[in-house]
């Protein structure tokens, strides 16, 4: 049974999802104006680890992640390099599914981009100015937030709360509101920046009405969980659940999740403190599969911290665990003991997807087959609990000529052609394979 822990109700409650054995999930992807920063990379891998434990358990997933393909930073940064806003947001979406994809991040069931759905965009403002929830003013439309029950709920704040936050403000915008709390649905266009044309002029959505809109046309006015970086929950997801409760009537999500920050070096990462990252850059030095190890098997809601020793510590475990694979099989195995772990890991992981007592389990198991203990049978499970944090090795090119050399060598220790055994040994040894005679035969181990 998993437990998730609900940012609504601040509690561990028990899954139980609106269709039997199945997932419909949505998780806030980013805004395409630059690379994705250690941040970003953060939620994606974590909610990712999410939607792989749900499959690992039998469940049919259906995971949507958008791209914020036009919004003010998407128009300044496209002007400030002379390209339209379109093409910078081809230009870093792509960059994002080459990350992704060097992260070991499954494809999303969709990735839903905002130019795309515009018509539905201005259909569901429509709706909320029909139904009351939403006024025009001098071509822009905003949400009455006083008009929805328990506004900002999800981030544990009141209306009064913010009403005095929001005391003495004065920005231009203010005097196009009824009240100050009110948020933009649509944006009457500046000159010169990309619009659309709608009923109240042409112009283009508020950020946090597209979520809302392609969450509710792929998923339905009801999903299961709504996901994203802990920095979402106000204003972002307070404003999606407003707007979407008073279009639909009905419950937004059913569970609400949120990932921790990163820090870089114990400092909360900056440009201005010159510790903000990309991976688009990081993974020049560092290689995407230990990058997700390090992401995957912490807690998700727990904030981490980035250090050059966390990396490192990273690469060695996850060499460790890919040797563990490289060991003989044997022809027996306890099997009572095989699905202890099994057990141990799906209690782990079933408790909020604690991915950190997750990888413990893991870890004991590993110690338990290099003791001997290696089945086909237990190599299968071994493998399939690896591939929830996104590891999986496989038997590529270069292990094949490995152990093409490797049966070579065999053949001259059995003539005694040592100098040829030796000179194959020292051969892998430049490539960084290590050779390890035992009683069951010869592995080979990374070294």
């Given at each position: 049974?998993?437990?998730?822990?609900?940012?609504?109700?601040?509690?561990?409650?028990?899954?139980?999802?609106?269709?039997?054995?199945?997932?419909?999930?949505?998780?806030?992807?980013?805004?395409?104006?630059?690379?994705?920063?250690?941040?970003?990379?953060?939620?994606?891998?974590?909610?990712?680890?999410?939607?792989?434990?749900?499959?690992?358990?039998?469940?049919?997933?259906?995971?949507?992640?958008?791209?914020?393909?036009?919004?003010?930073?998407?128009?300044?940064a496209a002007a400030k390099v002379g390209v339209t806003p379109k093409d910078l947001a081809d230009r870093f979406i792509t960059a994002f599914m080459e990350d992704a994809k060097a992260l070991g991040i499954k494809p999303a069931t969709q990735n839903p981009r905002v130019m795309d759905y515009m018509a539905e965009i201005i259909s569901f403002v429509h709706d909320l100015i029909e139904k009351g929830f939403a006024y025009e003013s001098a071509g822009d439309?905003?949400?009455?937030?006083?008009?929805?029950?328990?506004?900002?709920?999800?981030?544990?704040?009141?209306?009064?709360?913010?009403?005095?936050?929001?005391?003495?403000?004065?920005?231009?915008?203010?005097?196009?509101?009824?009240?100050?709390?009110?948020?933009?649905?649509?944006?009457?266009?500046?000159?010169?920046?990309?619009?659309?044309?709608?009923?109240?002029?042409?112009?283009?959505?508020?950020?946090?009405?597209?979520?809302?809109?392609?969450?509710?046309?792929?998923?339905?006015?009801?999903?299961?969980?709504?996901?994203?970086?802990?920095?979402?929950?106000?204003?972002?997801?307070?404003?999606?659940?407003?707007?979407?409760?008073?279009?639909?009537?009905?419950?937004?999500?059913?569970?609400?999740?949120?990932?921790?920050?990163?820090?870089?070096?114990?400092?909360?990462?900056?440009?201005?403190?010159?510790?903000?990252?990309?991976?688009?850059?990081?993974?020049?030095?560092?290689?995407?599969?230990?990058?997700?190890?390090?992401?995957?098997?912490?807690?998700?809601?727990?904030?981490?911290?980035?250090?050059?020793?966390?990396?490192?510590?990273?690469?060695?475990?996850?060499?460790?665990?890919?040797?563990?694979?490289?060991?003989?099989?044997?022809?027996?195995?306890?099997?009572?003991?095989?699905?202890?772990?099994?057990?141990?890991?799906?209690?782990?992981?079933?408790?909020?997807?604690?991915?950190?007592?997750?990888?413990?389990?893991?870890?004991?198991?590993?110690?338990?087959?290099?003791?001997?203990?290696?089945?086909?049978?237990?190599?299968?499970?071994?493998?399939?609990?690896?591939?929830?944090?996104?590891?999986?090795?496989?038997?590529?090119?270069?292990?094949?000529e490995i152990e093409t050399l490797i049966a070579k060598r065999q053949e001259a220790r059995a003539i005694h052609d040592f100098a040829t055994a030796d000179a194959i040994r020292n051969q892998l040894a430049d490539q960084g394979i290590k050779l390890l005679d035992t009683k069951e035969g010869v592995r080979w181990i990374r070294d």
């Open positions: 049974m998993i437990k998730i822990y609900d940012t609504m109700t601040r509690s561990l409650r028990k899954f139980v999802p609106l269709t039997e054995n199945v997932v419909n999930m949505y998780v806030c992807g980013p805004t395409v104006y630059n690379y994705i920063h250690i941040g970003n990379a953060r939620s994606a891998v974590a909610f990712d680890t999410i939607r792989r434990y749900f499959e690992y358990t039998g469940y049919k997933v259906n995971y949507v992640s958008n791209f914020t393909d036009v919004d003010d930073k998407i128009i300044k439309v905003y949400f009455r937030v006083v008009k929805s029950e328990h506004y900002a709920k999800l981030a544990n704040k009141t209306l009064a709360d913010l009403e005095a936050g929001a005391s003495g403000r004065t920005d231009t915008e203010i005097v196009l509101k009824e009240n100050p709390l009110d948020f933009a649905l649509w944006k009457s266009a500046k000159p010169g920046e990309i619009y659309w044309d709608s009923p109240w002029g042409p112009g283009r959505p508020g950020w946090h009405i597209e979520c809302s809109v392609m969450a509710t046309e792929i998923l339905g006015a009801t999903i299961d969980i709504h996901g994203g970086g802990a920095d979402l929950e106000f204003p972002h997801h307070t404003n999606e659940i407003a707007q979407s409760e008073a279009k639909t009537g009905h419950t937004f999500a059913n569970y609400w999740m949120h990932n921790g920050f990163v820090n870089v070096e114990n400092e909360k990462m900056s440009k201005s403190l010159g510790n903000f990252v990309t991976v688009h850059d990081m993974l020049k030095t560092v290689n995407g599969q230990v990058l997700r190890f390090f992401l995957a098997t912490q807690q998700y809601r727990k904030p981490i911290n980035f250090t050059e020793k966390a990396i490192h510590d990273a690469e060695v475990n996850l060499k460790y665990l890919k040797n563990t694979l490289q060991q003989p099989l044997t022809e027996r195995v306890d099997e009572q003991q095989l699905q202890t772990f099994v057990a141990a890991f799906k209690e782990a992981m079933n408790d909020d997807f604690n991915a950190a007592n997750g990888i413990t389990v893991v870890f004991d198991m590993a110690k338990w087959i290099n003791s001997g203990h290696y089945t086909n049978g237990v190599k299968a499970a071994f493998e399939k609990i690896l591939s929830v944090f996104g590891i999986v090795f496989e038997t590529d090119t270069l292990d094949l």
